[in-house]
């Protein structure tokens, strides 16, 4: 059964104090994974698309990688306006959608 | 440049009525996307639309839920006889094609009382 589990569900962090996020799922032929961000009341953001095996994305704090089985969403030297839930997505063969729940970031300053 | 929008951004009804959500995808997005978020709980797929192409309808929870798209423009979702278990947030998603990231709009809240 396609499933994509994120981990852990809720996250709080000092500011400056980095740390991974955790996707991993089990797709029969990943087209694709993606990380969004979303704040409360609004719809997710894209962040990162990544396709293969190895492959690293990497915009300002956050770096995305990803290997067979999952991917890791980093965030080095977090700040506070780093808060908010981050979802990760999988497209698998035959178009199909998967999102996982998100994970909950809250970063005190 | 403009993202996908959404209206309304709130919506309170009471249970058995016909509500209508719409979507603007951004201009030249294909794809378009309906997915339901309730309170706590991951993203769930409600419809599909590609171009001209039928749109995979595999998330619909029940007849009571139905969307039109005209052409690669707005997109309506209708949720006929509204129960309470309605009650999320809708959200809408444009994409260049099926195999692309999505942007998303800002949802329709939606609550049965």
């Known amino acids: 059964e396609d499933q994509v589990t994120q981990s852990p569900e809720a996250l709080r962090l000092q500011e400056g104090e980095s740390s991974s996020l955790n996707c991993s799922y089990t797709?029969?032929?990943?087209?694709?994974l993606f990380w969004y961000r979303q704040d409360p009341g609004k719809g997710p953001e894209f962040l990162f698309t990544?396709?293969?095996a190895g492959e690293e994305k990497e915009k300002e704090r956050l770096k995305a990688t990803l290997t067979k089985k999952e991917s890791f969403l980093h965030i080095t030297a977090p700040k506070p306006e780093d808060s908010a839930t981050y979802l990760c997505?999988?497209?698998?063969?035959?178009?199909?959608?998967?999102f996982g729940t998100g994970t909950s970031l809250t970063v005190i300053p | 440049g403009a993202g996908v929008s959404q209206s309304p951004s709130n919506k309170v009804t009471e249970k058995g009525k016909d509500v209508e959500l719409r979507c603007d995808p951004i201009?030249?997005?294909?794809?378009l996307y309906w997915y339901r978020q309730r309170l706590g709980q991951g993203l769930e797929f409600l419809i599909y639309?590609?171009?001209?192409?039928?749109?995979?309808k595999s998330g619909l929870p029940s007849d009571r839920f139905s969307a039109e798209r005209t052409g690669e423009s707005v997109s309506t979702l209708t949720i006929q006889r509204t129960q309470q278990e309605d009650s999320a947030v809708y959200l809408c998603?444009?994409?260049?094609?099926?195999?692309?990231?999505?942007?998303f709009g800002p949802g329709t809240r939606l609550t049965v009382t």
């Open positions: 990544l396709y293969s």
């Open positions: 797709v029969s032929g990943l087209r694709g």
């Open positions: 998603a444009s994409s260049l094609g099926w195999d692309r990231e999505k942007y």
């Open positions: 639309f590609q171009g001209n192409s039928a749109p995979d």
């Open positions: 997505a999988v497209q698998a063969a035959g178009n199909q959608f998967y």
């Open positions: 201009s030249g997005h294909t794809a």
